[in-house]
């Protein structure tokens, strides 16, 4: 209550002076400054830090051991712009209005951090992934990629010295050239005397994995750990998990597997690279014939390593950041952030992707890094999530945090005093459906120890307990002996619904779509 008063007066506040007043220009000096790096599918158990059997990455490593890991971090809506719209609102899909990928373009025109962030003094910059269709706002800089982007060569939009929009050609691996760009701006572009936010994101590892020069053999005679559930039959749950089209066994086509001829965009030079890694390995592939499981333990151990190849080089780039901000002094007030817009399956349940509700989707990689405020080497359990990363960013930089933002300020969480009224619970909803991979629309509810969901174009349920059950094979909706944890979650999910200000039916925007379908059926 006291806080909903204290928000309220700080809203007639802004009401009465017309917007967010600027700090003074000395106070605004001493604010940190925010380097969020962020990538696409990055799934958290595969980060040394978070547990990783299957690789290394000694960058992400030391923000986490320099500053607080999260093991908790909870997407909201389990997909790529919806995870991002997300964080630029503060606000839940059905309220920033880009609940699916195959949806209308994010409206930019709404309310967003870094349009706050500038007001209160923060010069702003988007360099990487954007993938909301529409022209990025509230950045005094962006260089993003168009739409997905390849992993290669890629055209990049940016605005020229006019303001215009304009499109410009790069050469060169995806990765590098926005971790290079990043830099650049920190160095050159920026105009120095304002606190920054550099938002630098990459369309590594997303789907279809295609590695950099400099890992195109990392890996290479290594075999990489199964996961427990790779073999996973979908017999305990609902018909959803059967349902899907996100295989490892079926649904990875030649271009994932780099049984084709390879991406199209190479220039001579990178083509060279990519054949003398991948022939010999496909020639041997050939030869051995495999049949049966020895086929698919065969498509996981080439799907896992060219996904943890992509990994490799965002720590490199990861890796070259830190050392700047070290070099030139600035690591001593720049926040630094690592995060992913959901989590990923590593072959867990037999799967890739993400979407769903279940704990590999579900947990968002998040260590940040804040020298002077984070205990080094702290590991919150709470639950948190990218709902909050507005509120934070804004709360970092001394600005008011709007009403109808949905989340909560993660700072004093990053001092290492959760308020004693922290959430509880977590609210998800997925909507891409029909959409690639099949995956059913489905909300739900958790309190990291149970997990209702609901599938609710079925009237389908299912119910884990993660602490015996921590690979949710097995749910136990409807059994007798947890009546009262189900009634109370069922209870909590209403709760929910309406705090969060949940339609009742879907909204009108969600259709179908048709040009999406056309096209996944005809890569099956
Ligand atoms: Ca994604």
Redesign the pocket.
Known sequence: MKRFIQKTVALLAMAVLGGVVAAPQAEAAKRPNVVFIFT??HSAHAISSYGSRINKTPHIDRIAHEGMRFKKCYVTNA??GP?RAVILTGKHSHLNGFMRNGGTPFDGSQQTFPKLLRKAGYETAMIGKWHLKSVPTGFDHFDVLIGQGPYYNPPMRTTDAAGEVVVEKNVGYTTDIITDKGLDWLKNEREGDKPFMLMLQHKAP?RNWQPGPAHLNTFDGVEIPEPETLWDDYSGRTKAAANQTMTIARHLSANDLKLNAGPNNLTPEQKKLWDAAYGPKNEAFRKANLQGRERIKWMYQRYIKDYLRCVQSVDDGIGRVLKYLDDTGLAKNTIVIYSS??GWYLGEHGWYD?RWMYEESLVMPFVVRWPGVIEPGSINDDIVSNLDFAETFLDIAGAQIPGDMQGRSLLPLLKGDTPSDWRKTFYYHYYEFPGAHSVARHYGVTDGNYKLIHFYQNEDWEMFDLTADPNELQSIYGRSEFAGIQSRLGEELKRLRAHYKVPEQDPENIRPNQRRNRQNNRKK
Do not use: L, R
């Open positions: 696409d599918d997909i790529c995870s997303h817009d959901q993400k």
